[in-house]
């Protein structure tokens, strides 16, 4: 389940949600309720199972924290990050590329430089 699923599902579009959430993890808190809390002939919530759905996800995420899981992690492209790793990866980028824009200002002042001198030059000729 992904997140955009998981956000329809708590403004009450649990049919998406439901859908991938069908088969949960054997042995897991989450398998607690194995069916859609939504009613196909009405398309009305049923509360009592969007609740039970709604507890699986807290037991899911306070598992996640007590056994120290990263929590969520998002596909980008072919690669998976979590939000940490994803900052990291962002602070790495950023500073690389205020290396480059250090080096780029350090070129233009050479050839700034050069210019002046060589205008010098051609004013004494």
Known sequence: MNINDFNRGLAGNMQGAMAQNA???????????????????????DRAAFSEFLHSKIDEAYENVKNGNP?????????????????????????????????????????????????EENEES
């Open 71 to 119: 929590g969520r992690s998002y596909g980008i492209g072919g690669q998976e990050f979590t939000e940490d790793e994803w900052d990291k990866l962002m602070e790495g980028v950023d500073d690389q590329e205020d290396e480059l824009r250090r080096q780029v200002e350090e070129e233009l002042s050479r050839n700034e430089v050069k210019a002046a001198m060589k205008a």
């Open 23 to 45: 088969k949960p993890k054997s042995g897991s808190a989450v398998a607690r309720s194995q069916e859609s809390p939504v009613d196909s002939a009405t398309g009305k919530v």
